[in-house]
């Protein structure tokens, strides 16, 4: 089922019409790098503004991070931010970690994430694109304007849905699916046997989602 959340933004469109790191900066744009250590039942969320998340599937214990933040000059509504002060922040609660850029306001956000398989993946995203590879885990995305393409990683899936307020959905290589469209929504899910989780959620744009065979 859709979010009620996901309306406001969409409506206000069409009314309107990154533990330690190092950095390479050169003019407008910064590049920073980091790395954080992870188990088999960590959940990882990324936060981020605006820009572009690709995402990996890591054999490693650690989430590898690229990070190419781009000053917004010539915005409409940005001055360019401070690239000079901007941080790759990654905060633990328990087994939750959090990655997030600080300073973000007016830049865009380029990540490169390589993520091994842990208990859990969740994505937040502004404007911009999601895509990539991700693992066999529980997947949450929430895009507010843009587009997702991922590849999910063979296995049992116990529940796959895809929701968009304002655009398109597929689901492919998954077998028998349900599609719901109405007007300009649009929904696809999928059930099966398996216990892994698969949530996809953008308020205007496309989504994406094949298994790999």
Same mark, same amino acid.
């Given at each position: 089922?859709?979010?009620?959340?996901?309306?406001?933004?969409?409506l206000?469109f069409i009314?309107?019409?990154?533990?330690?790191?190092?950095?390479?900066?050169?003019?407008?744009e910064?590049?920073?790098?980091?790395s954080y250590?992870?188990?088999?039942?960590?959940?990882?969320?990324?936060?981020?503004?605006?820009g572009a998340?690709?995402l990996s599937?890591s054999?490693?214990?650690?989430?590898?991070?690229?990070?190419?933040?781009?000053?917004?000059? @010539?915005?409409?509504f940005a001055?360019?931010g @401070?690239?000079?002060?901007?941080l790759?922040?990654?905060?633990?609660?328990?087994?939750?970690?959090?990655?997030?850029?600080?300073?973000?306001? @007016?830049?865009?956000?380029?990540?490169?994430?390589?993520?091994?398989k842990?208990q859990?993946?969740?994505? @937040?995203?502004?404007?911009?694109?999601?895509?990539?590879?991700?693992?066999?885990?529980?997947?949450?995305?929430d895009?507010?304007?843009?587009?997702?393409?991922?590849n999910?990683?063979n296995?049992d899936?116990?529940?796959?849905?895809?929701s968009?307020?304002v655009g398109?959905?597929?689901?492919r290589?998954?077998?028998?699916?349900?599609e719901?469209?109405m007007?300009?929504?649009?929904?696809?899910?999928y059930?099966?046997n398996?216990?892994?989780?698969?949530?996809?959620?953008?308020?205007?744009?496309?989504?994406?989602?094949?298994?790999?065979?």
């Amino acid at each position: 089922m859709m979010k009620h959340k996901i309306w406001p933004l969409t409506l206000g469109f069409i009314a309107l019409v990154t533990v330690s790191s190092a950095a390479f900066s050169a003019g407008n744009e910064r590049t920073l790098n980091s790395s954080y250590m992870v188990s088999s039942d960590s959940e990882i969320h990324i936060d981020a503004s605006v820009g572009a998340v690709e995402l990996s599937v890591s054999d490693s214990d650690a989430v590898e991070i690229e990070l190419r933040v781009e000053s917004d000059d @010539d915005g409409w509504f940005a001055d360019g931010g @401070d690239l000079d002060k901007v941080l790759i922040k990654g905060e633990r609660n328990g087994n939750q970690l959090k990655i997030s850029a600080t300073p973000d306001d @007016d830049m865009s956000q380029h990540w490169k994430i390589s993520v091994p398989k842990t208990q859990r993946l969740e994505v @937040d995203l502004g404007v911009g694109e999601v895509s990539g590879d991700v693992p066999f885990n529980d997947l949450s995305i929430d895009l507010g304007v843009g587009d997702i393409s991922l590849n999910l990683a063979n296995g049992d899936y116990g529940r796959v849905e895809a929701s968009v307020g304002v655009g398109d959905t597929s689901l492919r290589n998954f077998g028998n699916t349900q599609e719901n469209r109405m007007i300009v929504t649009s929904e696809s899910s999928y059930r099966g046997n398996g216990s892994v989780s698969v949530q996809v959620e953008v308020g205007v744009g496309d989504v994406t989602l094949s298994q790999n065979n």
